[in-house]
């Protein structure tokens, strides 16, 4: 257990509902990081807060995803209208942002989602 | 282009038996290497992470190196137990404290047979 909580573990919904996941990163850990991952290939990155404040999202990031974080605490990412191409694991991971040369990420275990 | 290529694909090993795992990269510029283990259907897990100035770094029964000069690493497991059948990744980082650009290696595939 890395201490990065998601939930659900999996979930499948059928083409064009919304599907909202959640994150709790380690309590102290500013930083929280959404990626995704399909079979065989790494984690690519979607986007990422510092605290509160979304910093950057992938090109990745269509207009039908939308990621939260208020109060800097746990995080939210919603899919809007939800496409078979979608179908992959959500990552989310966290850090403690001290501008180190060796920031650890800590992942969750992941939310596996199927669109059918 | 800015690549991590990982050896073997697969590696199939008798428990109790050591093995390394292989990594080469071209990334510049080049901040840390890291190397990851991902069970199936899991999150990976950080193994260890080395910047350009450490050689070898230990967690256990795991030992990475890292020549930066040529640009390889490895990673070698002791005594494999049952419980190291999973997918390691290597996972270059181009700059300091920038998880959004990591460079991510396909993975082995090891698989620790009794």
């Known amino acids: 257990d890395t201490g990065v909580s998601q939930d659900p573990r999996h979930k499948i919904t059928k083409r064009g509902q919304n599907v909202t996941f959640r994150c709790d990163p380690i309590?102290?850990?500013?930083?929280l990081y959404w990626y995704r991952q399909t079979l065989g290939q790494g984690p690519e990155f979607l986007t990422y807060f510092q605290n509160e404040a979304q910093l950057e999202k992938s090109r990745l990031l269509s207009d039908r995803f939308s990621a939260e974080r208020p109060k800097g605490s746990f995080s939210t990412l919603e899919i809007q209208r939800t496409e078979q191409g979608d179908s992959a694991m959500y990552l989310c991971?966290?850090?403690?942002?001290?501008?180190?040369?060796?920031?650890?990420?800590?992942f969750g275990s992941g939310t596996q989602l199927s669109v059918l | 282009k800015n690549q991590v290529e990982q050896s073997p694909q697969s590696l199939i090993i008798l428990e109790g038996k050591n093995c390394t795992l292989q990594?080469?990269?071209?990334?510049?510029?080049?901040?840390?290497l890291r190397w990851y283990k991902q069970d199936t259907g899991r999150g990976p897990v950080s193994l260890t992470i080395m910047t350009f100035s450490e050689n070898t770094k230990s967690n256990g029964r795991y030992t990475a190196t890292l020549d930066a000069d040529t640009k390889q690493s490895s990673l070698h497991i002791t005594a494999s137990q049952l419980s190291d059948s999973a997918s390691y990744i290597c996972?270059?980082?181009?700059?300091?404290?920038?998880?959004?650009?990591?460079?991510w290696g396909l993975g082995t595939s090891l698989a620790v047979n009794p």
């Open positions: 309590s102290e850990h500013n930083r």
């Open positions: 996972v270059v980082s181009p700059n300091a404290g920038n998880n959004r650009k990591l460079i």
């Open positions: 990594c080469n990269y071209t990334v510049s510029p080049f901040s840390n």
């Open positions: 991971a966290s850090s403690l942002g001290q501008g180190a040369l060796q920031e650890k990420l800590f």
